[in-house]
């Protein structure tokens, strides 16, 4: 029971971290796009500026619980796609310390380098998760040892490709969707032009992972043992009809609402088809690793899940309150970017 209590935490911290962090993944990929000027850079950045780092704390702690609740699997996964997970850490270092220094420059070269970093910093990220999880869906090479036995181009497969299509997709309109929430003027009016395109190609790379799903991975067997699971799936495509609906309503808050569900039924869509699977392997199922035979032990999940209880409402308290304090939109100098 407490492994399957965590399995599932493990699944909603990951969301977590998509939905928020996924809007400044977005928008850091869209800003070569959109901000054509200083003024439009300030604009861009600025909408993420109060919120980037906060966001990140769901990263930290989806890992961390990866580490205390399932060490084997930890220990596996991190050593597997060490060479794709490396990469998305210095990217994301990247980007941090171009989002800083940005605002502390004055040089005009300083800056592009920070821009660039930003665009790249969000991108690579957006994208490596994408084919990190389509290639745990599909199960990766591991013996029963837990090693790998591939590359970093192992994962480079087609069917990863396409996860990480999608997920660049998904956090590409939801970073749209937030700054027309945030913004006014010219990037405003990008953004909103933006947002319908991107939500027609999500579409229909969505339902080609769908597709491809059926004929890589084995995810559909638990939905179809379990019918009621096909409710996941089925209420991320209600949520996806809903932000288009919404977006022709110009109602960019309840558009952008709608994709973070989005975003959070496509996470369980994965996570209820790998159940008990945390790391399946595509060389024998018997050396996949589970919710069960990589879980730490039962007094560490019941002490874990008591630190859970206590410090998981604080976090999202603190961003409640920071989202609320910088709700105003973001304006040319509103801050010091």
Known sequence: MLQTIWFILWGVLWAAYFILDGFDLGIGSLSPVIARNEGEKQIVHGSIWPYWDGNEVWLITAGGVTFAAFPTTYAVMFS???????????SLIIRGVSVEFRSKTD???????????IFLGSFLPALLFGVAFANIFQGVPIDGEGIFHGTLLTLLNPYGLAGGVLFVLLFLLHGSLWLAVKTEGDVYDKAAALSPKLWSALLVAASGFLIFTAF???????????????????????ALLLTRFFIGKGRWLTAWSCSALTIAFVTFFGIGGLFPNLFPSSLDPAY??????SSSSPLTLKIMLGVAGVMVPIVIAYQVWAYM?????????GLSY
Do not use: H, Q
């Open 325 to 333: 304090f910088f709700r105003d939109k973001v304006k040319e100098g």
């Open 80 to 90: 597997s796609l060490y060479g794709a997970l490396m990469l998305i850490l210095f």
């Open 107 to 117: 040089s005009e070269k300083l800056k592009k380098w920070c821009d660039r970093g």
């Open 216 to 238: 890589a991975t084995d995810l559909y067997k638990n939905y179809l043992s379990v019918p009621v699971l096909f409710l996941i799936p089925m209420a991320a495509v209600g």
């Open 288 to 293: 996949s690793l589970t919710a069960f035979n």
